[in-house]
């Protein structure tokens, strides 16, 4: 079992950063692929950026891509994602999301087996 926690969001002006953190629980953290994701309201939850268990690989969804980076640290079970140039679209609950042990990155909630409640972040134009 993976117990994810969500933090670093907020409410900031268009054109600033910032950088969400996701802690997990557990040992095996270094084993699984992790994803961001995120929901808009009245919008289903949608992919935004994942990382491979061994960082080595990333991918991201096109709105975000050049602007959002993720990245790992598997001695502090901690993924990252520092958002850059943030836009008033991209105000969204963020859920940060692990897949199963050596598995896949993949790029949809149903490769995930282990979810956070979600940080907030609210860009204001």
């Known amino acids: 079992q993976v117990q994810l926690v969500e933090s670093g969001g907020g409410l900031v002006q268009a054109g600033v950063s910032l950088r969400l953190s996701c802690t997990a629980s557990?040992?095996?953290?270094?084993?699984?692929?992790m994803g961001w994701f995120r929901q808009a309201p009245g919008k289903e939850r949608g992919f935004v950026a994942a990382?491979?268990?061994?960082?080595?690989?990333?991918s991201y969804a096109d709105p975000v891509k050049g602007r959002f980076t993720i990245s790992r640290d598997n001695a502090k079970n901690t993924v990252y994602l520092q958002m850059n140039s943030l836009k008033p679209e991209d105000t969204a609950v963020y859920y940060c999301?692990?897949?199963?042990?050596?598995?896949?990155?993949?790029?949809?909630?149903?490769?995930?087996?282990?979810w956070g409640r979600g940080t907030q972040v609210t860009v204001s134009s």
């Open positions: 999301a692990a897949g199963p042990p050596y598995g896949r990155l993949g790029r949809g909630s149903l490769e995930y087996d282990y």
């Open positions: 557990g040992r095996t953290f270094s084993t699984h692929a």
């Open positions: 990382i491979s268990w061994s960082g080595g690989s990333t």
